[in-house]
């Protein structure tokens, strides 16, 4: 069995859930800024693979990540319900390109478990824990350990560049 995540001060926290492929994960909804329909999208050449390019976001030049690729999930299914959620990343704005959008789940600090260390090919860093909620498991991630450092440079770098 999986032991407890560290508890935070707080005893519950509300969490975005969403699908890549046939699995569903979550993002604290405190770190999500929007979500929204993927809108048309301006590829880039010899961009990072898992960057699919960027959007106009009111203005602001938005680079467009693909969770299943970053993940290296190969059950991603392609559907005209693709969403984007717009997420601050150490000051950098991104959308991260996922399958849909399902529920927002209010979850206690008791019901999230310590990832194993791998856990369906993700690096057991990116994960805060394993939710069990009334539809199964979410898996928590954490935004802020997604991408290293130089993958936070190239996705910065996206930006000045266009």
Known sequence: MFKKAEKSSLS???????????EEYGIEILKVQEILKLPKITKLPKS???IIGVIDLRGQVIP????????????????SNMRAI???INGKKVGLAI???SHVVKVDSRDIEQAPPIVKGISGKYIVGIAKVESGFVVILDINQIFSHDELGIIGNIRAAV
């Open 86 to 88: 717009v997420v601050d």
């Open 12 to 22: 519950s926290m509300q969490v975005v859930c969403f699908k890549i492929g046939s």
């Open 99 to 101: 399958d849909s959008v």
């Open 48 to 50: 990072a693979d898992f």
């Open 64 to 79: 467009i990540i693909d969770l299943s690729k970053r993940f290296g999930i190969s059950d991603k299914q392609e559907s």
